[in-house]
């Protein structure tokens, strides 16, 4: 045996592992140069913002600017996706979740990076976002002053700052959540944003629209430990940029969940009610028209009559709240209302021979209409379909048979009513304009909604159904014999 220990080989004991060449592994949290080249008291107050953010935000559910593939340009999307977060909470080590760092803030503060925050699930305080937008319409000084008016009567010294392409303004809260449930708390928030969304209509600051940012990651667990049934992703939200204004927010306005819910109590604002504008006796008396077919400009959606539908798209967007797919990350604007408005109007003007209405023939008018410069909006299927279920949902379309296969487009177009309501917007301006339907007043929208869905239930919210032909059910089994495998076949089993 000594004479075998003697024979094994024992120079690896005394080689010099480090003379090898080996790769470099990139570092990951290397602080930008903007940030090497500030002061030494700028820095530690950078990284006191920094560490204010992190403690307050979820470190699993972030995200960054990156640059779509279809645009290339750069939305916020979040770093971890539903494959990584589900094994991490499911306890496993290799799910390879990236958590955010404070190099990751930092680089956000000294404007290297835009990153992006949901509320925080496992600290007490946690973050929320109000973002007042001006994209579609609306001005930045509305949006300050919508903004200071909220912080002298709700939301006393909330921080707020003009937003990166300096067209909103996006205010912070830090809201004390404990023992408060992620599926409780965000319902507390949509319950609020609708509010503001209330306040705002009868405030009379030139916005777009105002939302909550930053709700929660929730969770549905199972009854066993560990086992997670569904993860819904919390809504991104930008956090906070200028650091030479961290004084500010350490006294922002800093509630309780209980407090927040109580906000549309202690400020109550009815919901939206205009007034209805009486009618004159020749308007009541006055026969149907003869309907109007294209337009003086030559093209079958005049642009004009884009820009004539912005009230009626706002206003339709208030009471149906289109929302996308979890499957995209489009986002819907009045313009996108107005375009698609505008060409279910024409399509049904012109409708096909068979009373159908094809999504290309819908696409290619839109592409063409981009094309043209008429709108800055591209075409997008998510957006359009989402629309095109707003409507449906609030009984403004007539569906003549909601299935479709291949080679067949379903048969729907826009009902009587919503006819009415654009005719009334093109002719507001002109009286010697023609109408193609009983006039509709548009201070009267909501009544026009709710009579339109007593009238006609079977109409509301129906959608696009996929069908397969019948002949593929009735010959399956008589294919399946030719081709030698009647074992597969229904008779068979």
């Known amino acids: ?182 599926a409780d708390y965000k319902a507390t928030l949509v319950n609020v944003e609708k509010w503001l969304r209330r306040m705002l209509h009868w405030t009379p600051f030139d916005v777009e629209d105002v939302e909550l940012k930053g709700m929660p990651l929730v969770v549905s667990w199972g009854a066993r430990k560990g086992q997670v049934k569904s993860v819904t992703f919390g809504s991104l939200a930008k956090m906070p940029r200028d650091w030479t204004r961290f004084g500010e927010w350490l006294s922002t306005t800093r509630m309780t969940a209980h407090e927040l819910r109580k906000l549309p109590e202690r400020f109550a604002v009815p919901e939206p009610e205009p007034e209805v504008e009486p009618q004159s006796e020749t308007e009541t ?40 797919g979890r499957s ?27 009373g159908s209405m094809p999504l290309k023939r819908t696409q290619a008018i839109w592409e063409a209409i981009h094309a043209a410069g008429d709108t800055t909006r591209a075409f997008c299927y998510h957006r359009f379909a989402a629309i095109r279920n707003m409507l449906s949902g609030l009984g403004l379309l007539d569906w003549e048979d909601e299935t479709y296969q291949f080679g067949k487009a379903c048969r729907w177009s826009a009902s009587e009513k919503l006819m009415g309501m654009m005719e009334k917007e093109f002719s507001s301006g002109n009286t010697t304009t023609p109408r193609t339907s009983p006039i509709v007043d548009r201070n009267n929208i909501q009544e026009a909604i709710e009579e339109a869905r007593r009238n006609r239930p079977e109409q509301v919210g129906l959608r696009p159904k996929m069908v397969y032909p019948s002949l593929l059910r009735t010959d399956w089994d008589t294919k399946l014999t030719e081709m030698g495998l009647d074992h597969l076949s229904r008779r068979a089993a």
């Open 328 to 354: 995209s990350r489009a986002v819907i604007v009045a313009e996108d209302v107005q375009v698609t408005l505008a060409i279910l109007r024409a399509c049904t003007l012109h409708m096909n021979a068979d």
């Open 1 to 182: 045996m000594e004479e075998q220990q003697q024979q094994i080989p024992t120079d690896w004991l005394t080689a010099d592992w480090h003379e090898k060449e080996k790769p470099k592994r990139p570092r990951r949290n290397v602080l930008p140069e903007a940030y090497r080249h500030l002061s030494k008291s700028e820095k530690q107050q950078v990284r006191a913002a920094a560490k204010w953010i992190r403690q307050r935000v979820s470190h699993i559910n972030w995200g960054r600017q990156m640059p779509d593939k279809s645009t290339g340009k750069p939305v916020p999307k979040p770093v971890n996706l539903k494959d990584h977060v589900l094994p991490h909470l499911r306890g496993s080590w290799r799910s390879g979740v990236r958590k955010l760092t404070l190099t990751a803030i930092i680089r956000h503060l000294v404007n290297d990076d835009t990153a992006y925050f949901t509320a925080n699930s496992l600290g007490d305080e946690t973050l929320l976002m109000l973002d007042i937008d001006c994209h579609a319409c609306g001005t930045l000084e509305g949006a300050t002053q919508f903004a200071e008016f909220l912080r002298q009567n709700c939301f006393p010294n909330l921080y707020y700052e003009v937003s990166t392409h300096g067209n909103g303004i996006q205010g912070f809260v830090v809201v004390d959540r404990k023992l408060w449930k992620d």
């Open 285 to 324: 008396e006055a026969k149907e028209p003869v309907p109007r077919k294209g337009s003086v400009s030559g093209k079958l959606v005049d642009p004009d009559e884009i820009r004539k539908l912005e009230p009626l798209a706002r206003k339709l967007m208030r009471l149906g709240s289109p929302e996308v």
